[in-house]
């Protein structure tokens, strides 16, 4: 099975900025679309951005205006999900997932998710 682990989440001040990263082990992350999602307490997960096996990336959700941004290191085998100009509302817990082939709006479309990490936005 396809192993992710998302680093990088933790406690930031409204309007600050967060790199989450999301490693895979036992597959090569470049032959899959990677999609980040959030869920916020008492809302449906949401997503939001994926970035294809071919690098190109595309909103598969809340355009975030910009704000987000999605990029892929294959040396390290990791995607990245930079955040700025966090908002209070940005608190959730972020999951990145991956799916053979190409992005999808569809979370139940991802085949295989990593655990899930904190970002809380608080003054």
């Known amino acids: 099975q396809l192993q992710l682990v998302e680093s990088g989440g933790g406690l930031v001040q409204p309007g600050g900025s967060l790199r989450l990263s999301c490693a895979a082990s036992?597959?090569?992350?470049?032959?899959?679309?990677i999609g980040w999602f959030r869920q916020a307490p008492g809302k449906e997960r949401e997503g939001f951005l994926c970035?294809?096996?071919?690098?190109?990336?595309?909103s598969i959700g809340d355009s975030l205006k910009g704000r987000f941004t999605i990029s892929r290191d294959i040396a390290k085998n990791t995607v990245y999900l930079q955040m700025n100009s966090l908002k209070p509302e940005d608190t959730a817990v972020y999951y990145c997932a991956a799916r053979w082939g190409g992005c999808s709006t569809k979370s139940n479309n991802f085949d295989s998710w990593g655990q899930g990490i904190q970002v809380t936005v608080s003054s």
């Open positions: 970035i294809t096996s071919s690098d190109s990336w595309m």
């Open positions: 036992r597959f090569a992350l470049d032959s899959y679309a």
